[in-house]
């Protein structure tokens, strides 16, 4: 079965409200479960990047509210293609706390990403390292 992959890059929009990583990911994964998509999201706060994947219409319409969600900004496309398998199985997401330690969430981006095509791993782990440095 082909399925669509997803992957966007957005900032938090300044003076959004709701922006609660637990929140989020406990809404996603109804959402996510009900669409059946999976992927990972990663979050530092600031930045989210995002890989959706399943059926074509319901990672196209998730990625539609996505977009009209006012605590997004600056939403950029950073890949869309067809995928036979799954990449990222279970819905997860990689959330980076002033408290946490760099070195430690990069191997977790990485481990999250571990399945994912080259690419795709890339863009988490590279994505990670440069907002680790910020």
Do not use: C
Not at 9 to 27: F, H, M, N
């Amino acid at each position: 079965m082909t399925m669509l992959q997803l992957i966007y890059v957005s900032s938090v929009r300044p003076g959004a409200e709701g922006i609660d990583p637990d929140t989020i990911l406990a809404k996603s994964r109804v959402n996510n479960q009900r669409d059946e998509i999976t992927g990972l999201l990663y979050s530092d706060g600031t930045r989210f990047l995002q890989a959706l994947e399943g059926p074509t219409d319901k990672v196209e319409a998730a990625y539609a509210r996505i977009k009209a969600d006012p605590r997004h900004r600056a939403i950029v496309m950073l890949s869309e293609r067809e995928i036979q398998a799954r990449e990222f199985g279970e819905w997860a997401m990689a959330h980076k706390t002033p408290s946490t330690d760099a070195d430690e969430f990069i191997g977790r981006v990485s481990d999250l990403s571990a399945n994912a095509s080259p690419n795709v791993r890339a863009t988490f782990e590279s994505f990670a390292q440069v907002r680790r440095a910020a």
